[in-house]
């Protein structure tokens, strides 16, 4: 398998703290920030979907 290529957020400012996706030959998707580049998860693209409306929809808060 090939190396995956990798794509900065285009929410990432001009740094080493972004988010990486790379859209890999199974249809997964694979997650990363760069500040820990070995440390990969690995999703769907419908599970990754219902993640982020559910940040956008605010259905996951932070406990204090």
């Known amino acids: ?3 995956p290529n990798w794509q900065k957020s ?3 400012a ?3 703290n ?3 996706l790379a859209a890999t030959p199974d249809h ?4 990363r920030e760069s500040e820990t580049p070995h440390a990969v998860v690995t999703t ?3 599970q990754l979907a219902s993640l982020v409306n559910a940040i956008k929809n605010g259905a996951l808060t932070q406990e204090a």
């Open 14 to 16: 001009e740094g080493n």
């Open 28 to 31: 997964t998707i694979r997650i």
């Open 1 to 3: 398998m090939s190396a």
């Open 10 to 12: 285009s929410y990432c």
């Open 44 to 46: 769907t693209q419908s």
């Open 18 to 20: 972004c988010l990486n």
